[in-house]
């Protein structure tokens, strides 16, 4: 969940507090986030939770999709053990938010990092 931070400023008496540029962005982007997640008729009709459980994750939306943080996992590609990094994304189908991992790049153990197709 994002957090607001206050921040009493140099020039200011009193009890007063002013929300950070950063905090201010974060709601923002919370209440963006919301308002998206809410498009899915699953939400709506109860079929899919009413806050995106992976909400925290969120890095990005644009129509139709939710694009989340990256992580490294281990894994395999072309039959060898790998470190993963592969992130979340969510598609808006049929009125739910149908959820696919994919892989931005990989890297053997003892190799540098390599893109994946």
Same mark, same amino acid.
Request: hydrophobic share 35%; glycine share 8%; net charge negative.
């Given at each position: 969940?994002?957090? $607001?931070? %206050? ?5 200011? %008496?009193?009890?007063? #507090? ?18 998206? #997640? ?8 109860? *079929?899919?939770? &009413? $806050?995106?459980?992976?909400? $925290?994750?969120?890095?990005? $939306? ?17 039959? *060898? ?10 598609? %808006?189908?049929?009125?739910? #938010? ?14 540098? &990092?390599? &893109?994946?197709?």
């Amino acid at each position: 969940m994002s957090r $607001i931070t %206050l921040e009493r400023t140099a020039d200011q %008496l009193g009890n007063v #507090w002013v929300v950070e540029r950063v905090g201010a962005e974060a709601v923002t982007f919370r209440v963006a986030q919301q308002t998206h #997640w809410e498009q899915a008729e699953a939400v709506g009709d109860g *079929r899919q939770p &009413r $806050i995106d459980p992976d909400g $925290i994750e969120l890095e990005e $939306i644009d129509e139709g999709i939710r694009i989340y943080r990256s992580h490294e996992v281990p894994g395999t590609m072309d039959g *060898r053990p790998a470190i993963l990094s592969q992130h979340l994304v969510k598609r %808006l189908a049929n009125g739910e #938010w149908e959820n696919d991992v994919e892989v931005d790049c990989y890297r053997y153990p003892d190799e540098p &990092r390599r &893109r994946a197709n």
